[in-house]
């Protein structure tokens, strides 16, 4: 993906050049981004809109409505998007490079925040405005870009792993794997259950887009290894970032992962989870209110996921509210994404679509913990999380990973040849 503005190029090649491969422009409130977007006046009541991707659980025109009923002359129109993160960032920068005004509300992933804020694509908010002290504090750096707010945080993401609990009990298996190498010798145990014929050990999201990108990097983080350092320099050209690699790429070759998990996204692996074809998965938490709604209630629990030498590392995902630089009736977008953005709306999807909560104290609350047992380890899950490349050029680094994994997983190149690769790309993308 090479889109950008001049502007943001001059910026982050004179940035590069200093080594701060990380930040882009507008630095303070005085300059580039933070003047402009700080000086944002949040003028205009009216009618707007919120994009996002497809609402797989079916709980965001609830919440819209509770808000449409009490400003009828502020309407959100919700405008879903395809259920694919990359086609959802492609027409977001579409709608902001021609500076239309036909998007609102944004639903960023938590990867686009400095992407998004570099190029003067969303404004920047008043911090003061929203409980920021009462959220999770990895959540909220995601929302931030050079230490201003660009963001609301909504719903954050960890990846967990889902497990039949029957079929593991079944075969004497009394607790969840830690280890890669436990899942695997749990598999074997369970395939020689006469109910388990015909199914696979384990998969995730191996689909050349932006979930091969979350589970590359968990990989490579759950065996030790960086994808890129504390000053945004990539390190993947290294023993354990092999060692994560193989792991994905071996369970191909040797069948632990089935064959036409390389299509799977969220969804494609849910659904086979859900249909009994799957023994372990790797998702987010949205899977647990559906899973539980389908043939598999009753029958799954989750765990942290499994590592090479012990439980491994999520990928921090999740979401939150910009606001479109060109949109129209900024009042009412302000208002509408504190209400969205609330701890009584993310109690709502909580509760009803398991999302997780941006806020610390729903984790805790015993009758949320009673309905989803989960939410210590998910908690645990997203404050222990690896944040993907904080990258200005983001589209281009996860282009790189998508490519190169894909490469590997589909046995196309070694890991080592695509590993080496990766690490160029890299290079190169970090230092435009
Ligand atoms: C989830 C995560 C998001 C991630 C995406 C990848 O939606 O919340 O951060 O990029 O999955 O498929």
Same mark, same amino acid.
């Given at each position: 993906?090479?889109?950008?503005?001049?502007?943001?190029?001059?910026?982050?090649?004179?940035?590069?050049?200093?080594?701060?491969?990380?930040?882009?422009?507008?630095?303070?409130?005085?300059? =580039?981004?933070?003047?402009?977007?700080?000086?944002?006046?949040?003028?205009?009541?009216?009618?707007?809109?919120?994009?996002?991707?497809?609402?797989?659980?079916?709980?965001? @025109?609830?919440?819209?409505?509770?808000?449409?009923?009490?400003?009828?002359?502020?309407?959100?129109?919700?405008?879903?998007?395809?259920?694919?993160?990359?086609?959802?960032?492609?027409?977001?920068?579409?709608?902001?490079?021609?500076?239309?005004?036909? $998007?609102?509300?944004?639903?960023?992933?938590?990867?686009?925040?400095?992407?998004?804020? /570099?190029?003067?694509?969303?404004?920047?908010? #008043?911090?003061?405005?929203?409980?920021?002290?009462?959220?999770?504090? #990895?959540?909220?750096?995601?929302?931030? $870009?050079?230490?201003?707010?660009?963001?609301? @945080?909504?719903?954050?993401?960890?990846?967990?792993? !889902?497990?039949?609990?029957?079929?593991?009990?079944?075969?004497?298996?009394?607790?969840?794997? /830690?280890?890669?190498?436990?899942?695997?010798?749990?598999?074997?145990?369970?395939?020689?259950?006469?109910? %388990?014929?015909?199914?696979?050990?384990? /998969?995730?999201?191996?689909?050349?887009?932006?979930?091969?990108?979350?589970?590359?990097?968990?990989?490579?983080?759950?065996?030790?290894?960086?994808?890129?350092?504390?000053?945004?320099?990539?390190?993947?050209?290294?023993?354990?970032?092999?060692?994560?690699?193989?792991?994905?790429?071996?369970?191909?070759?040797?069948?632990?992962?089935?064959?036409?998990?390389?299509? $799977?996204?969220?969804?494609?692996? +849910?659904?086979?989870?859900?249909?009994?074809?799957?023994?372990?998965?790797?998702?987010? @938490?949205?899977?647990?209110?559906?899973?539980?709604?389908? &043939?598999?209630?009753?029958?799954?629990?989750?765990?942290?996921?499994?590592?090479?030498?012990?439980?491994?590392?999520?990928?921090?995902?999740?979401?939150?509210?910009?606001?479109?630089?060109?949109? &129209?009736?900024?009042?009412?977008?302000?208002?509408?994404?504190?209400?969205?953005?609330?701890?009584?709306?993310?109690?709502?999807?909580?509760?009803?679509?398991?999302?997780?909560?941006?806020?610390?104290?729903?984790?805790?609350?015993?009758?949320?913990?009673?309905? !989803?047992?989960?939410?210590?380890?998910?908690?645990?899950?997203?404050?222990?999380?690896?944040?993907?490349? +904080?990258?200005?050029?983001? =589209?281009?680094?996860?282009?790189?990973?998508?490519?190169?994994?894909? %490469?590997?997983?589909?046995?196309?190149?070694?890991?080592?040849?695509?590993?080496?690769?990766?690490?160029?790309?890299?290079?190169?993308?970090?230092?435009?």
């Amino acid at each position: 993906m090479k889109i950008r503005t001049t502007r943001a190029l001059q910026c982050s090649t004179a940035l590069a050049a200093a080594g701060l491969l990380v930040t882009a422009c507008g630095s303070s409130g005085d300059g =580039g981004a933070g003047a402009s977007a700080g000086s944002t006046s949040f003028q205009g009541r009216g009618p707007i809109t919120y994009v996002a991707g497809k609402d797989t659980s079916g709980v965001v @025109p609830k919440v819209i409505d509770r808000w449409n009923r009490l400003h009828p002359k502020e309407k959100v129109t919700f405008i879903q998007l395809p259920t694919d993160a990359d086609s959802q960032r492609q027409q977001m920068i579409q709608n902001a490079e021609t500076k239309s005004d036909a $998007y609102t509300v944004l639903s960023l992933d938590v990867v686009w925040t400095s992407e998004f804020a /570099a190029h003067q694509w969303i404004d920047r908010l #008043p911090e003061k405005q929203f409980p920021l002290r009462t959220m999770l504090k #990895p959540v909220v750096e995601t929302a931030k $870009y050079r230490g201003n707010l660009y963001a609301a @945080p909504a719903s954050s993401d960890g990846g967990l792993l !889902y497990y039949r609990t029957d079929l593991l009990k079944k075969a004497g298996v009394t607790r969840p794997p /830690a280890t890669w190498s436990e899942m695997t010798a749990d598999c074997a145990k369970v395939k020689k259950l006469p109910e %388990a014929k015909g199914m696979s050990c384990y /998969a995730g999201q191996f689909q050349k887009y932006e979930g091969l990108t979350v589970n590359f990097a968990e990989a490579v983080n759950s065996a030790g290894g960086v994808v890129t350092d504390a000053n945004g320099r990539p390190h993947v050209d290294t023993p354990e970032a092999k060692k994560g690699l193989d792991f994905l790429a071996g369970s191909v070759k040797d069948g632990t992962i089935p064959k036409e998990a390389v299509t $799977y996204q969220e969804e494609d692996g +849910r659904q086979a989870f859900q249909s009994g074809k799957l023994i372990f998965l790797r998702n987010w @938490p949205y899977v647990y209110a559906l899973a539980e709604k389908s &043939k598999a209630a009753g029958k799954f629990a989750v765990a942290p996921l499994p590592g090479l030498n012990g439980p491994g590392s999520s990928s921090l995902g999740g979401h939150n509210l910009a606001l479109s630089s060109f949109a &129209k009736n900024k009042a009412t977008a302000l208002d509408f994404m504190k209400f969205f953005s609330s701890e009584d709306s993310a109690g709502t999807f909580l509760r009803d679509a398991s999302l997780a909560p941006p806020y610390t104290d729903l984790y805790d609350n015993a009758s949320l913990v009673k309905q !989803y047992p989960y939410l210590p380890v998910l908690k645990q899950s997203i404050l222990r999380a690896v944040p993907r490349p +904080r990258v200005v050029q983001y =589209g281009d680094v996860t282009s790189a990973i998508q490519q190169e994994t894909y %490469a590997a997983l589909t046995g196309s190149k070694s890991s080592t040849q695509a590993l080496k690769d990766l690490q160029n790309d890299l290079q190169h993308a970090t230092a435009q």
